[in-house]
């Protein structure tokens, strides 16, 4: 049973900035994709960053270019996403999702795997 524990959400004022964690765990593939989501109350879900567990490829949305970074922290088997200058719109319900890489690129991958999300809210 794939296991995705979310940490790191909470309350910022805009510009500030905010790290977000995600441990996979109960995965028995090779390697797997990872990606951060977004939902606000009545809105579609956003993908907001990819990254290949093993290969770090990432990929980001064009909402958080050049705002955020997400990487594996592989000490801690926790993949990371910082975001800064963070604005009012990034307010939202994050997620946390994985699903087994079997090539190409994890943005384009189908997430099967979810974890329960961490609440951002930034202020103006």
């Known amino acids: 049973q794939v296991h995705l524990a979310e940490s790191g959400g909470g309350s910022v004022q805009s510009g500030g900035s905010l790290l977000l964690s995600c441990a996979p765990s109960?995965?028995?593939?090779?390697?797997?994709?990872v990606g951060w989501f977004r939902q606000v109350p009545g809105k579609e879900r956003e993908k907001v960053a990819t990254i290949n567990y093993r290969g770090a490829v990432q990929g980001y949305g064009d909402s958080v270019k050049g705002r955020a970074s997400i990487h594996v922290e592989h000490a801690r088997k926790t993949v990371h996403l910082q975001m800064q200058s963070l604005k009012p719109e990034d307010t939202a319900m994050y997620y946390c999702?994985?699903?087994?890489?079997?090539?190409?690129?994890?943005?384009?991958?189908?997430?099967?795997?979810w974890g329960q999300g961490t609440q951002v809210t930034v202020s103006s």
């Open positions: 109960g995965y028995t593939w090779h390697n797997l994709c």
């Open positions: 999702a994985a699903e087994k890489y079997v090539g190409g690129h994890c943005w384009d991958y189908d997430y099967s795997y």
